[in-house]
């Protein structure tokens, strides 16, 4: 079976003996590494995806040093975070490209939320499972007597505190792994040497989703039907009619300038003054 596996970045620090804290740095999400530990007891072949800037090409590369077979960045300049239905949309987009018969995606991620992998599974119109805490019949805890194919793969999900099912899952089909499937190991020396050494095909953003910007990714699908400009100073057109006092005082929000304010000012003493507008209140039924 091949499979593929989303790697994405997440901020991680560095404590010292004496409480001295490092700059944050951006490294594989630990949920992502628990996937591809799912990913690699499963499948034959895995290849690491990653979405984004250099971040995103460092996660590709710890991947490939913990036994992906293959990685891909498709590289773009994220402007701030990437919007969860737009990284399920280009995820998508890869697993047309690379063909494989199963993605896994850690499902607790900081970055993207546990929506992505029932986005992507929606997006390629596959079953998922979702909260998977084991993989394969002999993993499971229980006895799955039905007969299935190789095309089939059976699965323990996690439903509740102390709940779980055992489903058979069609292949193609996205796997949302659960943060305790597992407690990632590290790799062989070989297996890091390997994968410091292996090439990682880069691909733009624009040759995997034509129609996505580097403004998309990070807004997602938002729609925009009418504007309505505020005249005020600073926040649209300064208003074109008029007087030059009244422009400066609609400009400043206080009006056309005739009544010097938008409200009515009460010459009054503190308590006479609150009689008065609590009067004016009970006139109007407004009180």
Request: aromatic share 4%; charged share 25%.
């Amino acid at each position: 079976m091949n499979a593929l596996v989303a790697v994405r970045p997440e901020p991680h620090r560095v404590v010292d003996a004496d409480g001295n804290a490092e700059p944050y740095r951006y490294q594989l999400s630990i949920d992502d590494r628990v996937a591809l530990e799912a990913a690699l007891g499963v499948a034959d072949e895995v290849t690491a995806v990653g979405i984004g800037g250099n971040a995103a090409q460092r996660c590709v590369r710890s991947a490939l040093e913990r036994g992906a077979d293959s990685g891909t960045h498709v590289t773009f300049e994220p402007i701030e975070g990437i919007a969860g239905e737009k990284y399920a949309t280009v995820l998508a987009r890869v697993v047309g490209r690379e063909a494989p018969e199963a993605v896994f995606i850690g499902e607790a991620s900081s970055l993207d939320g546990p929506e992505v992998a029932g986005l992507a599974a929606a997006k390629l119109d596959w079953p998922s499972a979702t909260q998977v805490t084991e993989l394969g019949r002999e993993s499971l805890d229980v006895t799955v007597e039905t007969d299935f194919g190789d095309d089939e793969l059976a699965v323990q999900r996690k439903l509740a505190i102390g709940r779980q099912e055992a489903v058979v899952v069609s292949l193609p089909a996205v796997f949302g792994v659960d943060s305790g499937f597992t407690n990632p190991d590290r790799a062989s020396m070989a297996t890091l040497i390997a994968g410091r050494r292996a090439t990682i095909e880069t691909v733009e953003l624009a040759d995997v989703a034509p129609r996505e910007s580097r403004f998309s990714m990070s807004v997602g699908n938002a729609t925009v039907e009418q504007v309505t400009p505020n005249e005020r100073w600073g926040r649209g057109r300064p208003p074109r009619t008029g007087t030059v006092e009244e422009r400066i005082y609609r400009m400043l929000g206080r009006g056309s300038g005739e009544s010097g304010g938008a409200g009515e000012r009460i010459d009054a003493p503190p308590e006479e003054a609150a009689e008065r507008v609590v009067a004016f209140l009970r006139q109007n039924d407004l009180l």
